[in-house]
């Protein structure tokens, strides 16, 4: 039976096979499967529709997509761990170029411009927080805070990891099972007016077993967490470890980690040039000194810049390759392999378009609209802006417990209006009741917040 | 006019070279990359500068020591970066085994540009995201075809994240059975990827490392004797790496089974295999594939990517949450899966992997999957032959036919002209191609592992075997120029000192360089 010959597949030319399987001294392609026993093979079709040329699938998928409303659309102020940024349109440019897009493991000769690209972003972030040493990039936010605490627990050799109550409560499960069963995990409770952490509880339960302790700040309820220099006087006390998770884009007016005692800093590269992506748009990142200590304890990669034989060239390779699992398997630090490198390059990208005077005014940007945000929900009634005590970043938390409605009904309602309303809280912070955090960056316009004011007032109206 | 002479059989190439300085070195004060959107005014009136509420202990003082650059520039240095960089768009990338570099379809990169995928939060009201949960669901349900497993989740993002999932399923699952403490052991086999034996270990197993025997097949009796109560699972791929197909698998899984494990399957080296053999029949428990090599999702310089992970029923509430689910015509995502390990990425993903994967099996079509299969076969097989008749090289273990990939080996080459495998690794550069080792530990001595997928054509296996050969031929009569490669790439031979390995001397940003590199060398 002849076939059609498929675009993706240019040896399905019958003559070419035939004169393969000439050379190879078979007399079917099905001859090279001897070696799967007959009652493995599988006998039925395989119930998947049959194929469809180019035209026909673009056309299916994006009927299938034209389903889905998007942030372009509607106004957003979801946030929660994956946030809307404004992304330079250099950002795409270089993320979508076919080089990039498809190298994958080529060596530091054929590709040095990866090995460049990617030195460049640790050395960029690295100014960002302030610490001589950044990975390359790993899954998300969440792998990152994994693999910094179990860092930490390597370097001091404990196995107790205090977490703060505020840490994104999908983050923590992340921790909690890439730690178990090795680590004991315990929570540090928090002030409920401010988001503040409680020194007294921190206190009590920084024990000689501790190995680190681990606080987002700005966290994920949105405040910020001003003890810094007290927990980590603590922290350091107890000879544990620091560590804490940051937004990278409120680090040009936020303090970064580091300057506060910070022994292991990590964080999210998503705001820095990805698109949301329906969470696809998320990369972790971790940093810490120029320690042997420290650098022999990541199971990333790390690009160092090397000389080659010639004068003038920089060459690039893997610092201390024998620590990762690709040279020690089982014996390596965690495990290692494809990750998130793309982003990583686009997140350098970002910083070197933005720049040190960038940086500063997206931040500041951010702040006056959220606080705007904040301030105008305050003014309806019923409606209290910022439910907690303490200066923000981004997000903050709305308590519409005296509306006599629940998030979910105000959520509906905003929909209807073409928002997106903040994250229901409801299940995971139960303290704060019908409360939702909403997220407000640089992309808000005065009409985009007014609008949510107004269409608010209206649902709290009728 | 003249014929013009087109006759040599390895390429007369040479890589882009554009020297370009560090970024930090484009530093030219005052200049600027981008605008921001600008603050309204009469926001500005009623909050003020926004900074004053942070306490001046939280507060950066100091800007980061960040470059300003113009933003032609800053496009000019990165464009010139991607030149140096030899993505699988424009090479025959034969030479990462186990990796299946495939044709990345444009299309498929068009389609993830859509709005309505890139510009989608992840927590939006169920309502406003049907279509992206469709695609979930839809891909699900081709992987359920292409493995026998009953629901997948697309979660995990890479093979090794995949694994390590798995390794964490088999714990909670054994937990849940009350025999979590006792059962700690985790068998393996040395051709796997390491990440197997690596997740594992993270996961608080204890490793057992199969060898395999005289033939390359992971030994049966060796199983045998490595199976106890105190089994928790078995991990393997299969082919291994070794492009061997190991035909007793079931029986592998079966004897597992009755000691009580769990067997979980890593299907990293599936390209051979679609719409031929299952994870189901070979009596798996879970398998995953990896979206970004079997099913043609782009490698991105190293991910953002998918390990697609299939159970059966059994262990669905085992899963990460959420799973998409549909009913009446809708789809919903699922949080409540009672003995769920939690999480392992935030959110659902890498979205766009999953949608570029549902496209390109839709474009094939179950018939265009199989041929997919056995085309790679075939090209494997083809180039098998080709590379054995290659002086100096071998492909260890069982004669006759391999499925997708072989490991083979310079051994002999080594012995007689001293040239490894990682100088053969950076003379391929100068032919514009790549060519990668294997991982280590090297059982298979001076090792390389090729898998030509079903993307090339039978001219692009000759030109990359045309190369193999070449390079052969210098090690014999001048293995100098091979020791001393690459000689047509972006940049020379690196400088052998230990500036990798020795604290003092490692520089990991430039930051660190400008600290440490004080004089000139």
Same mark, same amino acid.
């Given at each position: 039976?002849?076939?059609?010959?498929?675009?993706?597949?240019?040896?399905?030319?019958?003559?070419?096979?035939?004169?393969?399987?000439?050379?190879?001294?078979?007399?079917?392609?099905?001859?090279?499967?001897?070696?799967?026993?007959?009652?493995?093979?599988?006998?039925?079709?395989?119930?998947?529709?049959?194929?469809?040329?180019?035209?026909?699938?673009?056309?299916?998928?994006?009927?299938?997509?034209?389903?889905?409303?998007?942030?372009?659309?509607?106004?957003?102020?979801?946030?929660?761990?994956?946030?809307?940024?404004?992304?330079?349109?250099?950002?795409?440019?270089?993320?979508?170029?076919?080089?990039?897009?498809?190298?994958?493991?080529?060596?530091?000769?054929?590709?040095?411009?990866?090995?460049?690209?990617?030195?460049?972003?640790?050395?960029?972030?690295?100014?960002?927080?302030?610490?001589?040493?950044?990975?390359?990039?790993?899954?998300?936010?969440?792998?990152?805070?994994?693999?910094?605490?179990?860092?930490?627990?390597?370097?001091?050799?404990?196995?107790?990891?205090?977490?703060?109550?505020?840490?994104?409560?999908?983050?923590?499960?992340?921790?909690?099972?890439?730690?178990?069963?090795?680590?004991?995990?315990?929570?540090?409770?928090?002030?409920?007016?401010?988001?503040?952490?409680?020194?007294?509880?921190?206190?009590?339960?920084?024990?000689?077993?501790?190995?680190?302790?681990?606080?987002?700040?700005?966290?994920?309820?949105?405040?910020?967490?001003?003890?810094?220099?007290?927990?980590?006087?603590?922290?350091?006390?107890?000879?544990?470890?620091?560590?804490?998770?940051?937004?990278?884009?409120?680090?040009?007016?936020?303090?970064?980690?580091?300057?506060?005692?910070?022994?292991?800093?990590?964080?999210?590269?998503?705001?820095?040039?990805?698109?949301?992506?329906?969470?696809?748009?998320?990369?972790?990142?971790?940093?810490?000194?120029?320690?042997?200590?420290?650098?022999?304890?990541?199971?990333?990669?790390?690009?160092?810049?090397?000389?080659?034989?010639?004068?003038?060239?920089?060459?690039?390779?893997?610092?201390?390759?024998?620590?990762?699992?690709?040279?020690?398997?089982?014996?390596?630090?965690?495990?290692?392999?494809?990750?998130?490198?793309?982003?990583?390059?686009?997140?350098?990208?970002?910083?070197?378009?933005?720049?040190?005077?960038?940086?500063?005014?997206?931040?500041?940007?951010?702040?006056?609209?959220?606080?705007?945000?904040?301030?105008?929900?305050?003014?309806?009634?019923?409606?209290?802006?910022?439910?907690?005590?303490?200066?923000?970043?981004?997000?903050?938390?709305?308590?519409?417990?005296?509306?006599?409605?629940?998030?979910?009904?105000?959520?509906?309602?905003?929909?209807?209006?073409?928002?997106?309303?903040?994250?229901?809280?409801?299940?995971?912070?139960?303290?704060?009741?019908?409360?939702?955090?909403?997220?407000?960056?640089?992309?808000?316009?005065?009409?985009?917040?007014?609008?949510?004011?107004?269409?608010?007032?209206?649902?709290?109206?009728? | 006019?003249?014929?013009?002479?087109?006759?040599?059989?390895?390429?007369?190439?040479?890589?882009?070279?554009?020297?370009?300085?560090?970024?930090?070195?484009?530093?030219?004060?005052?200049?600027?990359?981008?605008?921001?959107?600008?603050?309204?005014?009469?926001?500005?009136?009623?909050?003020?500068?926004?900074?004053?509420?942070?306490?001046?202990?939280?507060?950066?003082?100091?800007?980061?020591?960040?470059?300003?650059?113009?933003?032609?520039? %800053?496009?000019?240095?990165?464009?010139?970066?991607?030149?140096?960089?030899?993505?699988?768009?424009?090479?025959?990338?034969?030479?990462?085994?186990?990796?299946?570099?495939?044709?990345?379809?444009?299309?498929?990169?068009?389609? %993830?540009?859509?709005?309505?995928?890139?510009?989608?939060?992840?927590?939006?009201?169920?309502?406003?995201?049907?279509?992206?949960?469709?695609?979930?669901?839809?891909?699900?349900?081709?992987?359920?075809?292409?493995?026998?497993?009953?629901?997948?989740?697309?979660?995990?993002?890479?093979?090794?994240?995949?694994?390590?999932?798995?390794?964490?399923?088999?714990?909670?699952?054994?937990?849940?059975?009350? &025999?979590?403490?006792?059962?700690?052991?985790?068998?393996?086999?040395?051709?796997?990827?390491?990440?197997?034996?690596?997740?594992?270990?993270?996961?608080?197993?204890? %490793?057992?490392?199969?060898?395999?025997?005289?033939?390359?097949?992971?030994?049966?009796?060796?199983?045998?004797?490595?199976?106890?109560?105190?089994?928790?699972?078995?991990?393997? =791929?299969?082919?291994?790496?070794?492009?061997?197909?190991?035909?007793?698998?079931? @029986?592998?899984?079966?004897?597992?089974?009755? =000691?009580?494990?769990?067997?979980?399957?890593?299907?990293?080296?599936?390209?051979?295999?679609?719409?031929?053999?299952?994870?189901? &029949?070979?009596?798996?428990?879970?398998?995953?594939?990896?979206?970004?090599?079997?099913?043609?999702?782009?490698?991105?310089?190293?991910?953002?990517?998918?390990?697609?992970?299939?159970?059966?029923?059994?262990?669905?509430?085992?899963?990460?949450?959420?799973?998409?689910?549909?009913?009446?015509?809708?789809?919903?995502?699922?949080?409540?899966?009672?003995?769920?390990?939690?999480?392992?990425?935030?959110?659902?993903?890498?979205?766009?992997?999953?949608?570029?994967?549902?496209?390109?099996?839709? =474009?094939?079509?179950?018939?265009?999957?199989?041929?997919?299969?056995?085309?790679?076969?075939?090209?494997?097989?083809?180039?098998?032959?080709?590379?054995?008749?290659?002086?100096? =090289?071998?492909?260890?273990?069982?004669?006759?036919?391999?499925?997708?990939?072989?490991?083979?080996?310079?051994?002999?080459?080594?012995? &007689?002209?001293?040239?490894?495998?990682?100088?053969?690794?950076?003379?391929?550069?100068?032919?514009?191609?790549?060519?990668?080792?294997?991982?280590?530990?090297? %059982?298979?001595?001076?090792?390389?592992?090729?898998?030509?997928? @079903?993307?090339?054509?039978?001219?692009?296996?000759?030109?990359?075997?045309?190369?193999?050969?070449?390079?052969?031929?210098?090690?014999?009569?001048?293995?100098?120029?091979?020791?001393?490669?690459?000689?047509?790439?972006?940049?020379?031979?690196?400088? &052998?000192?230990?500036?990798?390995?020795?604290?003092?001397?490692?520089?990991?940003?430039?930051?660190?360089?400008?600290?440490?590199?004080?004089?000139?060398?």
């Amino acid at each position: 039976m002849s076939q059609k010959v498929h675009p993706y597949i240019p040896n399905m030319v019958p003559e070419v096979q035939a004169e393969m399987l000439k050379v190879i001294g078979a007399e079917s392609i099905m001859e090279l499967y001897s070696c799967i026993p007959d009652e493995l093979k599988l006998k039925e079709e395989m119930n998947i529709p049959p194929a469809l040329t180019e035209y026909e699938l673009r056309r299916h998928i994006e009927g299938i997509l034209n389903k889905n409303t998007s942030t372009k659309e509607y106004v957003n102020f979801l946030g929660a761990g994956c946030w809307q940024h404004f992304i330079p349109a250099v950002c795409d440019e270089v993320n979508q170029r076919s080089e990039f897009l498809t190298a994958y493991a080529g060596e530091p000769y054929e590709d040095h411009g990866r090995f460049q690209a990617l030195f460049e972003y640790q050395s960029l972030v690295a100014e960002l927080v302030d610490m001589d040493v950044v990975n390359v990039p790993t899954f998300d936010w969440g792998q990152a805070a994994s693999t910094s605490v179990r860092m930490a627990a390597r370097i001091t050799g404990r196995k107790k990891i205090l977490l703060a109550n505020t840490v994104a409560p999908e983050r923590s499960k992340i921790i909690i099972n890439y730690g178990t069963p090795e680590l004991q995990f315990e929570f540090v409770e928090f002030n409920t007016e401010t988001g503040a952490m409680d020194l007294t509880d921190l206190q009590a339960k920084l024990t000689e077993d501790v190995a680190a302790v681990y606080f987002e700040n700005p966290s994920y309820l949105g405040f910020i967490e001003v003890q810094g220099p007290e927990i980590s006087k603590l922290v350091k006390e107890n000879d544990s470890l620091l560590v804490v998770g940051v937004d990278p884009i409120s680090l040009g007016v936020i303090a970064p980690p580091s300057q506060y005692g910070a022994d292991i800093v990590c964080g999210d590269l998503q705001p820095l040039g990805m698109h949301m992506n329906f969470s696809g748009g998320q990369a972790g990142f971790i940093a810490t000194r120029d320690e042997v200590e420290f650098v022999q304890e990541y199971p990333s990669r790390l690009f160092g810049i090397v000389p080659t034989v010639k004068e003038g060239e920089y060459g690039f390779g893997d610092v201390f390759y024998d620590r990762t699992s690709f040279a020690l398997r089982e014996k390596g630090k965690e495990s290692v392999g494809t990750q998130t490198a793309l982003w990583g390059i686009t997140a350098g990208v970002y910083l070197a378009l933005l720049g040190p005077e960038g940086m500063q005014e997206v931040g500041q940007t951010i702040m006056q609209n959220s606080q705007y945000a904040a301030q105008q929900l305050s003014q309806i009634e019923g409606v209290k802006g910022s439910r907690l005590h303490s200066p923000f970043f981004k997000e903050f938390i709305v308590d519409f417990n005296q509306t006599g409605l629940t998030v979910k009904e105000i959520n509906e309602k905003l929909l209807e209006k073409k928002i997106f309303g903040g994250k229901d809280l409801s299940e995971e912070f139960h303290e704060f009741g019908q409360s939702a955090l909403f997220c407000v960056t640089e992309v808000h316009t005065k009409e985009d917040i007014d609008h949510l004011i107004q269409s608010i007032k209206e649902i709290l109206t009728k | 006019m003249q014929r013009i002479k087109r006759t040599s059989k390895t390429r007369d190439f040479h890589q882009a070279k554009w020297n370009e300085p560090i970024v930090f070195e484009l530093h030219q004060p005052g200049e600027k990359g981008v605008e921001l959107p600008p603050v309204n005014e009469q926001i500005v009136s009623a909050v003020g500068d926004g900074v004053s509420v942070i306490p001046d202990t939280m507060k950066r003082n100091e800007k980061p020591n960040l470059p300003e650059i113009g933003q032609a520039r %800053i496009l000019r240095h990165y464009v010139r970066l991607s030149q140096e960089t030899l993505g699988s768009d424009f090479n025959v990338e034969i030479g990462q085994g186990t990796c299946t570099m495939k044709y990345i379809p444009k299309i498929n990169e068009l389609l %993830i540009r859509d709005p309505k995928m890139m510009e989608l939060h992840p927590l939006q009201d169920e309502g406003t995201v049907q279509g992206m949960l469709e695609i979930f669901h839809n891909l699900d349900l081709c992987m359920r075809e292409i493995s026998g497993m009953d629901y997948f989740s697309f979660q995990p993002s890479s093979g090794t994240q995949a694994l390590f999932t798995m390794a964490s399923i088999v714990r909670k699952y054994h937990e849940t059975r009350g &025999e979590g403490d006792q059962r700690d052991e985790i068998i393996t086999t040395i051709f796997s990827h390491p990440s197997q034996a690596a997740t594992a270990a993270v996961k608080g197993y204890k %490793i057992i490392t199969l060898h395999p025997d005289e033939n390359g097949f992971p030994d049966i009796e060796k199983l045998k004797a490595a199976v106890s109560e105190r089994t928790a699972g078995f991990v393997v =791929a299969n082919p291994e790496d070794t492009g061997i197909f190991n035909p007793k698998i079931k @029986e592998f899984t079966d004897i597992v089974h009755e =000691a009580g494990g769990l067997c979980f399957y890593d299907q990293a080296n599936a390209n051979g295999l679609l719409g031929i053999t299952r994870a189901k &029949e070979a009596g798996f428990d879970m398998c995953f594939f990896n979206l970004h090599k079997t099913f043609a999702a782009p490698h991105m310089c190293g991910g953002p990517a998918t390990g697609a992970l299939g159970v059966i029923a059994e262990l669905r509430d085992y899963l990460p949450a959420p799973i998409v689910e549909h009913q009446d015509g809708k789809y919903s995502l699922q949080y409540d899966l009672k003995h769920s390990i939690g999480k392992v990425r935030s959110f659902h993903g890498v979205a766009q992997t999953v949608l570029r994967s549902y496209a390109w099996i839709r =474009a094939l079509g179950p018939d265009g999957l199989k041929e997919v299969a056995k085309i790679a076969v075939l090209n494997n097989n083809y180039m098998y032959h080709k590379v054995l008749a290659i002086r100096g =090289a071998s492909a260890p273990y069982v004669k006759g036919h391999r499925l997708e990939q072989v490991r083979y080996s310079w051994e002999q080459m080594a012995n &007689e002209t001293g040239v490894t495998t990682e100088d053969v690794t950076r003379r391929m550069t100068d032919f514009g191609l790549h060519y990668w080792t294997s991982h280590h530990p090297y %059982i298979v001595p001076q090792p390389f592992t090729l898998e030509p997928t @079903e993307s090339y054509s039978k001219e692009d296996l000759d030109e990359y075997i045309h190369a193999l050969e070449q390079i052969s031929k210098e090690a014999y009569e001048n293995p100098e120029i091979v020791k001393t490669a690459p000689h047509n790439s972006t940049i020379h031979k690196m400088d &052998e000192q230990d500036f990798l390995d020795d604290p003092e001397k490692w520089c990991i940003t430039w930051r660190s360089y400008l600290k440490k590199a004080k004089t000139e060398c």
